[in-house]
């Protein structure tokens, strides 16, 4: 299935590629933004003992200032589907909120690339059918990154596609990642008066 979303993602891609010679802008250099992604993730709990299946949809929101054409700074947050055994057995209700450096590189008329790196604060709910751990949270620290490519319509709106993950630093919390697209809305200056 991940197999298909990227194939179908490549193929945004190149289609805004010919289109962006036609109509595109480059986006504002600097301001407030808003990004909104939906898409499909998989959670990787480690360590429970039991089989899971764990891909299922996701999204993320994160608000933001761009300081300059190549540098961001955000926070936000990501849901993810919940985490079943393969049993049925076994559960999890997953979250994260965020805070990034993004750097972004403009290529071309309209495009640019993206790379975010953070940190996040990993929420594992568990739920479980006469099992020990059921109704255990734990709320851990997580290192956060995210690759992506944007095209704009217009100087202030655009859309992206982007690959993001957590990567926690212990096993009481899984490894989340998202394959997504969504909107970006950077507020006029004039806006912001």
Do not use: C
Not at 50 to 59: M, P
Not at 76 to 87: A, R
Not at 129 to 134: A, V
Request: aromatic content about 10%; charged content about 10%; hydrophobic content about 40%.
């Amino acid at each position: 299935m991940l197999k298909k979303v990227l194939v179908l993602m490549l193929a945004g891609v190149g289609t805004l590629a010919v289109s962006g010679a036609s109509f595109g802008l480059v986006s504002q250099k600097a301001g407030f933004y808003v990004d909104g992604n939906v898409g499909w993730g998989k959670v990787a709990p480690r360590d429970i003992g039991v089989s899971v299946r764990g891909t299922n949809a996701a999204g993320n929101v994160a608000l933001g200032y761009k300081i300059n054409a190549y540098l961001g700074v955000e926070i936000g947050g990501g849901l993810y589907s919940n985490v079943t055994s393969d049993s049925g057995k076994i559960n999890s209700n997953n979250n994260f909120l965020d805070a990034a450096v993004k750097v972004i590189v403009p290529f071309g008329n309209s495009f640019d690339m993206f790379g975010k790196l953070g940190v996040a604060k990993v929420h594992t709910k568990w739920g479980a059918t006469g099992d020990d751990r059921s109704g255990t949270t734990y709320n851990r620290p997580a290192t956060m990154g995210a690759i992506g490519v944007g095209y704009w319509f217009t100087p202030s709106f655009g859309v992206n596609l982007q690959g993001l993950g957590t990567m926690p630093n212990t096993n009481k919390t899984p490894s989340m990642y998202a394959v997504s697209v969504g909107l970006t809305f950077i507020f006029p200056k004039t806006a912001m008066v």
